[in-house]
């Protein structure tokens, strides 16, 4: 065994005084992929910042972190230059922001390769164009004059490993980084840090909540909760055991199925809401001073009918056309042709002034992703939550509205009192609960959720699954649930509709369509998926991991 | 549950007031404010000297016992000055102010939820407004109406209209994205009440602050019309008029122009202190802390 690349050895951490990691120990080695594994606060993330030493102001860390024959913490900041970005790299979550919005993909990348090694930039520019080949980005399709926002997500993270794995560092550190993408770039994306990984023989931190995930790509894994490390060992081995209870405890919410007893109910005859060859067009780039390019189709001649009560499933890719179906549903945007009915009301030829339309409004709610942007933070809850009310047909009194809002908190699960205050306050897990209280308050048949879950540590998603499949039990709420994640739309839906390019190319019981799919686009979903149990049958059958063909991944993204 | 209601009312009126009584720049600039407003309506009733009176022989003073600020070459008391000018130029930048706000605020608003061609009109017409210079079509709107305090107000406020319909209109553009905004309308709010529900308590923080910048732009280009005599007319003074006789006099009497000058400082400080504080007195988000 070679020596490793980086000891951590009882590493504490605080900041302004707070405790934030208790004696940590972790042991990265050469041409290894090691797991850091925890849910939000867990000290996941300032474990690597504290590597990089780029931690917030106020914070004192003791302790040891020895890489290679040098001791991080007692590294000058002068030194620390020099290791970021040419022997340490970091990937980030967000590849939306993580790349500057007004240089092209070749500077950024030749950037960091020019500021390390002293190249000239037609040297650094033809190293940049390697790597950006090697990230799968060739220069033929992806010249180095190319803009952030000319590219996809996908193809931004790729930039971003690029850019990270410029200099070939020796250890490379990933903070979460594809919980911004969808399940089949995700795929891709680990697959190509695995690549790079046994390629170049570095080390690679890869932090994550996702345990299928992990299952899949890591040799090592470390289990934080709180600043102290529950469980570490080999990965396979601790994720198939799961001695530990957290490990044990966090498996099961990743897998967690809510109690549903309508789950087996049959579906009424009558629609709730019935949408007619729906096409939804976008006006098409600006060529000239009047003329303009062709527009562009996201939502393509979709039909479907939600029944009362039913729980309906929308899964796909990012920019498939989901969200857009989502919000012509619920009239927030106008479709270009076709017709949606909801509750026998012609929604989609109503104007927001009708009164048929504040009819509709009342029967049909919203619960957006991010538990964050969806509340305006200077007003109190209890305004948030009371927004719909005014859609009432007679006023209520001031008393009966503060009935409406305990009894909506109530349900929920959420305290009275929680209504005198602002919704920065709460935790991402009670916002959510707080949102689909904002949803339920006027008594809707109709919620659309757009991926109400996908914003939330694995154990409060479980609890917010168990709020909607208990919302449908006890009143009979029908939803729309859009998500790219297959876990959620198993747990809390009875039929499954599958997207692709803005058309609805598979439909049917949610088990039929993801344990058999028919189609390519269905098909590329589920093997995509990360499924902890699947990953840990094919590791301990087969130690060798499965390569990119196996997994059916295609062209870059 | 009634009783509850307004224990919570009143416990929100509380906590306005710890924390203000926690923010030293809100009560510096609450102190600095309520100064300058105090001298100025005593200035209505009172002042140390007479400043219509002119008294030759004891012009060009420095400093003394009798002329805290001396006086200038008409023999005038520069703080009786002061005092006088202080309604004027508060008067005219804050009247400004006013106009940019109550005009531009609800244009910008409006273009933002709108879009498409209303936003393009108002956007081309604001670029119009900005390309003259603003001096130019002041004198413009006072060759026609004539000099005086009422006309500088008018020309200075029509300037900030554009200021403010631009910054709110940018602030607003990136809400109405948001989700909260999009939970909004899924409830069936129109645009004009989520702009005053949702978008105007969100957009007032910058608001404020522009607004305590045009109002020292505003004392200032009260001054630049009084300097070429389009401003306040004499007998009646102002601080920019004051400056602007000062600096013939600059090298024999620095204080005629020191004086008005700090006035102009002090009171734009007092203001900015005052917006940034109430900016974080308002601002939930800071409410548990300190």
Same mark, same amino acid.
């Given at each position: 065994m070679t020596a490793p690349i980086l000891a951590i050895d009882t590493l504490d951490l605080t900041i302004g005084g707070a405790p934030i990691l208790k004696g940590v120990d972790m042991v990265v080695e050469a041409g290894k992929v090691h797991a850091l594994v925890g849910e939000s606060g867990s000290g996941k993330s300032m474990t690597a910042l504290t590597t990089m030493r780029l931690l917030p102001h106020g914070a004192e860390a003791s302790g040891t972190l020895r890489f290679g024959d040098e001791d991080l913490l007692a590294a000058t900041e002068e030194r620390m230059c020099a290791l970021r970005g040419d022997d340490i790299g970091m990937v980030f979550q967000e590849p939306m922001t993580a790349l500057n919005p007004v240089k092209t993909i070749g500077e950024q990348v030749a950037e960091g390769i020019r500021w390390h090694t002293g190249a000239n930039r037609p040297d650094a520019e033809e190293r940049a164009a390697h790597m950006l080949e090697r990230v799968g980005l060739p #220069?033929?399709?992806?010249?180095?004059?190319?803009?952030?926002?000319? /590219?996809?997500?996908?193809?931004?993270?790729?930039?971003?490993?690029? *850019?990270?794995?410029? =200099?070939?560092?020796?250890?490379?550190?990933?903070?979460?980084?594809?919980?911004?993408?969808?399940?089949? /770039?995700?795929?891709? *994306?680990?697959?190509? !840090?695995?690549?790079?990984?046994?390629?170049?023989?570095?080390?690679?931190? @890869?932090?994550?909540?996702? !345990?299928?995930?992990?299952?899949?790509?890591?040799?090592?894994?470390?289990?934080?909760?709180?600043?102290?490390?529950?469980?570490?060992?080999?990965?396979?081995?601790?994720?198939? #055991?799961?001695?530990?209870?957290?490990?044990?405890?966090?498996?099961?919410?990743?897998?967690?199925?809510?109690?549903?007893?309508?789950?087996?109910?049959?579906?009424?005859?009558?629609? /709730? @809401?019935?949408?007619?060859?729906?096409?939804?067009?976008?006006?098409?780039?600006?060529?000239?001073?009047?003329?303009?390019?062709?527009?562009?189709? $996201?939502?393509?001649?979709?039909?479907?009918?939600?029944?009362?009560?039913?729980?309906?499933? @929308?899964?796909?890719?990012?920019?498939?056309?989901?969200?857009? /179906?989502?919000?012509?549903? =619920? $009239?927030l945007d106008k479709p270009t042709g076709g017709a949606i009915s909801f509750d026998g009301m012609q929604t989609s030829s109503l104007n927001d002034h009708d009164a048929q339309m504040a009819l509709a409004r009342r029967e049909m709610q919203v619960v957006f992703q991010d538990p964050y942007g969806s509340f305006n933070p200077r007003q109190t809850v209890e305004r948030l939550v009371a927004e719909p009310l005014h859609l009432e047909e007679r006023p209520l009194g001031r008393a009966e509205r503060r009935e409406r809002i305990v009894f909506a908190l109530e349900e929920v699960g959420m305290p009275a009192d929680a209504m005198h205050r602002y919704p920065h306050e709460f935790s991402g897990g009670q916002r959510q609960r707080l949102a689909i209280a904002r949803a339920i308050i006027t008594r809707p048949k109709l919620v659309v959720c757009d991926e109400p879950v996908s914003a939330l540590d694995v154990s409060i998603r479980a609890q917010i699954l168990d709020l909607f499949a208990k919302l449908n039990d006890e009143l009979g709420l029908a939803y729309l649930f859009i998500t790219h994640d297959l876990t959620v739309a198993r747990a809390i839906t009875h039929e499954v509709m599958v997207m692709d390019h803005g058309k609805i190319v598979e439909r049917g019981a949610t088990a039929d369509v993801l344990d058999d799919p028919q189609t390519e686009a269905a098909q590329r979903l589920v093997a995509a998926a990360p499924d902890l149990r699947r990953a840990i049958e094919r590791r301990v059958g087969n130690t060798v991991p499965p390569s990119p063909r196996e997994r059916g991944e295609g062209a870059p993204s | 549950m009634n009783d509850h209601l307004v224990a919570a009312e009143h416990e929100d009126w509380r906590l306005f007031l710890k924390k203000a009584r926690a923010n030293r720049s809100f009560q510096a600039g609450a102190i600095i404010t309520l100064l300058i407003v105090a001298v100025a309506t005593i200035s209505l009733v009172w002042t140390p000297y007479d400043v219509s009176r002119l008294a030759i022989p004891e012009r060009l003073q420095g400093p003394s016992g009798a002329h805290w600020f001396g006086t200038d070459h008409f023999g005038r008391d520069i703080v009786s000055m002061i005092m006088e000018g202080s309604r004027n130029s508060i008067a005219v930048a804050l009247i400004a102010v006013g106009i940019g706000m109550v005009i531009g605020v609800p244009l910008g608003c409006w273009a933002a939820a709108k879009r498409g061609w209303i936003d393009e009109v108002f956007m081309r017409t604001s670029d119009i407004i900005f390309a003259f210079p603003a001096l130019l079509s002041a004198v413009m709107i006072t060759a026609i109406f004539g000099p005086g305090a009422v006309n500088a107000i008018i020309a200075i406020g029509i300037f900030n209209i554009p200021v403010f319909a631009r910054v709110a209109r940018g602030a607003a553009l990136s809400l109405w994205p948001r989700e909260f905004i999009l939970a909004a309308r899924a409830s069936g709010k129109g645009p004009a009440r989520i702009t005053a529900e949702h978008i105007l308590p969100n957009i007032a923080n910058l608001l404020l602050v522009q607004g305590t910048i045009q109002f020292s732009l505003g004392i200032l280009a009260e001054a630049g019309l009084s300097y070429v005599g389009l401003g306040a007319q004499p007998p009646a003074t102002s601080w920019g008029r004051m400056l602007a006789e000062a600096q013939t006099m600059m090298a024999i009497a620095p204080q005629m122009a020191i004086a008005p000058g700090a006035a102009i400082i002090v009171t734009v400080l007092g203001l900015n202190l005052l917006g940034d504080g109430l900016r974080d007195v308002l601002d939930p988000k800071l409410r548990r802390q300190r």
């Open positions: #220069h033929t399709r992806f010249p180095l004059d190319r803009y952030p926002h000319e /590219l996809s997500g996908g193809q931004r993270q790729r930039v971003v490993i690029a *850019i990270a794995c410029a =200099l070939r560092p020796k250890l490379l550190i990933a903070d979460e980084p594809t919980t911004a993408l969808d399940v089949v /770039l995700q795929a891709q *994306i680990l697959d190509l !840090l695995k690549e790079l990984v046994s390629e170049d023989g570095m080390g690679l931190i @890869l932090i994550s909540h996702d !345990l299928g995930v992990v299952a899949d790509m890591a040799d090592d894994i470390t289990i934080l909760r709180h600043g102290v490390v529950q469980e570490a060992g080999h990965a396979v081995d601790v994720l198939r #055991h799961q001695n530990h209870p957290y490990t044990q405890q966090l498996a099961e919410a990743s897998a967690h199925v809510p109690q549903w007893q309508s789950r087996a109910r049959s579906p009424k005859d009558t629609a /709730l @809401l019935d949408v007619q060859n729906l096409v939804k067009d976008y006006p098409g780039p600006r060529n000239g001073l009047l003329a303009r390019g062709d527009p562009f189709r $996201a939502v393509d001649d979709v039909s479907f009918s939600v029944p009362p009560g039913r729980s309906v499933g @929308l899964v796909g890719q990012s920019g498939c056309g989901k969200s857009t /179906l989502a919000r012509i549903v =619920l $009239a | -």
